[in-house]
Structure formats: C-alpha cells, structure tokens
C-alpha cells in the first residue's frame, strides 16, 4: 500500500469517526428534545385535566339547573292553564245560577259598586290562586 493510499485510509477513518460523533449527538440531541417535549405534554395534560373536571362539573350543574327551570316553567304554564279553565267555568256556573242582572255595575249615591263578575274574581283571586296552586302541588312547595 502506497503512502497516498494510508492518507487517505487514515482521512476516511477521520471522517467515519467524526461522522459517528455527528450522529452520536445528534441522536443525543433528539432525545433531551422528545424529552423535554414529553414533559411539556405531561404538564399540559396535568394542566388540562385540572381544568377540565370542574368546568366539566359546572357544565354539568347548569345543565341540571336549566333543568329544574324548564320543568318549573312547564308546572307553572299547566298549573295557569288549569286555573284559566277553572275560573271559566265557574265564571259560567255562577252566571247560570245567578242570571247576569246580578253582576252588573252599581251606584249606589256617591258611591259606585262594581259587582261584575271580573271585578268579584279579581277581589278573590289570590286566594282562589292560592288554594288551586296547592291542589295542584299536593300542598308541596319547593
């Protein structure tokens, strides 16, 4: 082997060395990278999921409360509908049973007496309410 052949024998095996060095850091590098970016992710994840179970919670609650108002709201539309349809039919009976002279507006001197029927349910109907709503609760109240 010539001196020229051991030269560049001995430049190759330089730069196989070098090259094994290059790749050794590299390989290196790219694992303190996914490293680092593993432990990035796990904090992220912690992160997440620290935020994620109470908002996930109060989602959950205002769900459970919009709930509750819909079918509050759904009592309160039937427990009107019935008192409309109870006052009406008593409004009826009542002017059946009495003949309509009965309710009409009076004057009495100064004094102006209205005794139509709307006027004597308006006086009572509070307490005509009342009574209906806790029929038709059971008496329950929430």
Known sequence: MSALDKIIEEIMAQAHAQADQILADAGQRAA???AEGQAECDAY???FEQT???E???IANRAQSTDRQN???ALLAVRNQVLAEVLAEAKAKLTQQAGP???QIVQQGNI???NSLDAIFEAEGQLLRDRAYETLTGGVTE
Do not use: D, T, V
């Open 112 to 114: 102006l007496l209205n």
């Open 52 to 54: 994620a179970e109470p």
């Open 45 to 47: 994840q912690r992160r």
């Open 32 to 34: 303190e990278i996914r």
């Open 71 to 73: 079918r509050r709201l």
């Open 56 to 58: 996930c919670r109060e």
């Open 101 to 103: 002279e009965r309710f």
